[in-house]
């Protein structure tokens, strides 16, 4: 292969200046060299970083390494760390909890709170907003010789169980005086409260006859075909709202030639609840003892019967009924508390027809007629507890209602109940607290408030039809059963009911005072 010829140039260095000088190469420029240095260039050879194998040993490394000015250009992308898309995600993340809080800030109308998202996270992560898992004492003890239990109900069964026309009451007896209700406790309020008199509920005597042993209902119970479902007003409410209990309760039902009766224990108290569906109930081991479940139950039902007397007034006429209470007592020295009984019947159907007692507190003129009412107290131990009824209840009515409805659903609920199965006009009930959270003797009374009894069970979100309808469903299941005597046990750590066959002699029926 011959080389090709060169020319020599005596007058210095680079190419010669004839026009031919360029034509092997024609295509590419010409460019004079200077003592400039080249900067930059491209390096298709080289396939970035690799972990392995570390960056590969190019003559453009040397070079870069050796002068500052030369720089590499390369093309290739590089490769992200292991974390990116960790990081990527939290910043989003990040982003759309700052978008949020900026958002609900802005419809609250204050200024952002920094941590927010930190705190939601941390309770979200350990559950703090869960309620926390609480198993109550039962109200009595399973023994063992009443075996399995025939029948076992569960809360869920209740739930699309409702009747279409809710049943009309029928008057059948109705005796006992009703006083009226003493306006000026109206007037009370958290500067001028009014202290309980607890001389009330001490000196009278307060009857809770069990429908087996209540001389009305024995002599109903006798006609032929008058009704197969006997009870009073208190038991039936239980049953309605059973879906709210929290707490355990058990009712001895009593299945003879298809009638039925529900009755109590002989030691079986009806005790008031207190913050029963709170999402911190009160425990039966509260340090102090004074605030146990127990204690707690004792004194509301204490202060209930007591504002229930407290508040009538012996001046004005009372609502007079011909027949006098049956259970009055001749050899008891204390009078009986002013309580009024109805005595209701109610037919479902062909097969269902119900009787029963209720009880009427007190009468209140409407429209210059006189309507019978109930009377019921609400108490605060705490004010921890309530947010403080002294502060709010005269400006924030309608928050400490709330907070109570929420609270002490399943007891309000019976109260509800109870106004609709006698027929009374509405509810009155008493805000009562203690003058020292500490002492659990001495209350004052801070103001009333009036529900119709249709409001009521519409501030309650309450369902009648299907409360009618858990009563219904439950008659229906116990007609099911052989003769004999059982006990509908609602159990504390599971939402079922089970009836157990009870020995004859088990326990007798209650007559508590």
Not at 358 to 385: F, H, W
Not at 401 to 417: G, H, P, R, V, Y
Not at 429 to 440: E, H, L, Q
Not at 449 to 461: A, C, M, P, R, W
Request: charged fraction near 25%.
């Amino acid at each position: 292969m011959a080389l090709l010829g060169g020319e020599t140039i005596s007058s210095g260095f680079g190419p010669c200046n004839d026009d031919h000088s360029n034509s092997i190469h024609p295509q590419i420029p010409f460019s004079v060299f200077t003592k400039d240095k080249l900067v930059k260039a491209a390096d298709w050879g080289s396939r970035g970083y690799s972990r392995t194998q570390g960056t590969p040993k190019t003559v453009f490394n040397n070079l870069e390494s050796q002068d500052r000015e030369y720089m590499v250009v390369d093309k290739y992308e590089k490769k992200r760390g292991r974390g990116h898309k960790q990081s990527y995600r939290r910043s989003n993340q990040n982003y759309r909890d700052q978008k949020n809080r900026g958002i609900q800030h802005k419809k609250r109308g204050r200024p952002q709170k920094k941590g927010k998202s930190k705190k939601s996270w941390y309770q979200k992560r350990w559950n703090l907003n869960q309620k926390p898992y609480v198993v109550f004492p039962p109200s009595v003890e399973v023994q063992p010789n009443w075996g399995e239990p025939v029948e076992s109900i569960e809360f869920p069964s209740f739930k699309d169980v409702r009747i279409v026309n809710i049943p009309d009451s029928e008057d059948v007896y109705n005796c006992g005086n009703l006083l009226r209700f003493d306006k000026s406790y109206d007037n009370l309020s958290t500067r001028n409260p009014k202290l309980v008199d607890r001389n009330w509920a001490q000196e009278k005597r307060f009857y809770n006859v069990s429908t087996s042993i209540d001389p009305v209902i024995n002599q109903f119970s006798q006609q032929e075909g008058f009704a197969n479902v006997y009870g009073t007003s208190k038991i039936l409410s239980a049953l309605m709202s059973t879906l709210k209990s929290i707490y355990s309760f058990d009712i001895i039902v009593s299945v003879e030639d298809g009638n039925i009766y529900f009755d109590t224990r002989d030691d079986y108290k009806h005790l008031e609840t207190v913050n029963e569906n709170a999402h911190v109930p009160p425990r039966e081991d509260e340090d102090p003892s004074y605030n146990a479940t127990k204690s707690l139950h004792e004194e509301a039902t204490f202060l209930s019967k007591n504002f229930s007397q407290q508040v009538l007034s012996t001046s004005q006429q009372a609502l007079m009924h011909t027949e006098a209470s049956p259970f009055k007592s001749t050899g008891d020295a204390k009078p009986q508390a002013e309580v009024a009984y109805s005595y209701k019947k109610w037919e479902i159907d062909d097969k269902i027809t119900i009787f029963a007692r209720t009880e009427l507190n007190a009468c209140k003129s409407k429209q210059g007629s006189l309507v019978p009412i109930l009377v019921r107290a609400l108490t605060e131990y705490d004010p921890k507890v309530t947010g403080g009824w002294r502060k709010n209840l005269e400006n924030l009515r309608n928050g400490v209602l709330a907070t109570e409805f929420m609270n002490n659903s399943n007891k309000m609920a019976q109260w509800a109940i109870q106004s609709h199965l006698s027929g009374a006009g509405g509810v009155k009930i008493g805000f009562i607290a203690r003058n020292n959270p500490k002492d659990p003797y001495n209350h004052v009374i801070l103001g009333t408030q009036y529900f119709k009894t249709e409001d009521l069970i519409s501030d309650l979100n309450l369902d009648l039809s299907s409360c009618w309808g858990t009563l219904i469903y439950l008659i229906n299941r116990i007609k099911q059963l052989d003769n004999g005597r059982y006990m509908l046990f609602r159990d504390p750590a599971k939402k079922v009911l089970h009836l157990y066959h009870l020995p004859l002699d088990e326990y007798k029926i209650g007559h508590r005072v």
